[in-house]
Every structure is written in C-alpha cells, then in structure tokens.
C-alpha cells in the first residue's frame, strides 16, 4: 500500500565539498550520490539515511531561490519533503486547506520525480516539499 514518509530534509550550503565533509564525519562515511537539478538551480549531494536521505543543495547561481535562501539567512535547514503516492490529489487536499504552493507546482525535481513546495508563509514556516516517486 502506498503510503506517506519523510523523504529527505534538505540543507542549503554556500560550498557542497565542504558541507559533505562535515556529514561523512558525523555518518562515518561517503556521500550516496550527487546530481545537478536545473529546475532548482542546485547541485545535490545526498546521505542515504534509512528509508530517508539527506540532503545537501548548493546553489549553482546566486540568483537562485537556494542562492537567495543563503544571502538572506545563513546555511542551514532548507526544507523537508514527504513523499505522497499522489502528488496531484495531495495538492488539491493542501490547497482545500488554503495551504499556498510554490512557483509552478508538480514540476520535476531531484531523481526525476515529480515535486511541488508549499510555502512556509502558510505552513507555519517549514518549506515542505511534496515527493512523487518514478513509477
Ligand atoms: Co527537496
């Protein structure tokens, strides 16, 4: 049964290389994988944590939303995403309880799923991110 779960939490970084250091130190070992997301004008590194990961977003343009997160508060936490089976009737449950989206939602995100961001203005100021898996 598909069903809902933590899929990443997301921090942004001003320099990837040295914000992975910091994580295999503390997990005692490499990063899982890396990937650029054009659609978020960011290039990933991620620990595979369990069923979860975490996730290390650098800006590839200071001109960016992640570059703008960073001018305006420091590196640190960024968002949490959920993965939900259904990424459309998710939406139309959160925008039914006046939760606002992001930009242009679903659109694809990291490992070509299918992603939409609510705005931390109307969840009580945590960006969530919904997560469709690839089928
Ligand atoms: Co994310």
Do not use: N
Request: glycine share 10%; hydrophobic share 40%.
């Amino acid at each position: 049964m598909p069903d809902t779960r933590l899929e990443h939490v997301a921090i942004a970084v001003p320099e990837l290389d040295a914000a992975i250091s910091v994580y295999s130190a503390v997990l005692g070992r490499p990063d899982s994988g890396r990937e650029v997301v054009e659609s978020e004008q960011v290039r990933i590194a991620f620990f595979q944590l369990g069923d979860s990961r975490l996730e290390l977003l650098e800006p590839t343009a200071e001109d960016s939303p992640v570059g703008r997160f960073l001018e305006q508060r420091g590196p640190g936490l960024h968002h949490i995403a959920i993965e939900v089976p259904d990424i459309e009737s998710a939406l139309e449950r959160c925008r039914a309880a006046g939760l606002r989206t992001v930009g242009d939602a679903p659109r694809r995100g990291a490992g070509g799923r299918q992603v939409a961001f609510l705005h931390p203005g109307s969840t009580g100021g945590v960006l969530l991110e919904l997560s469709e898996p690839v089928r």
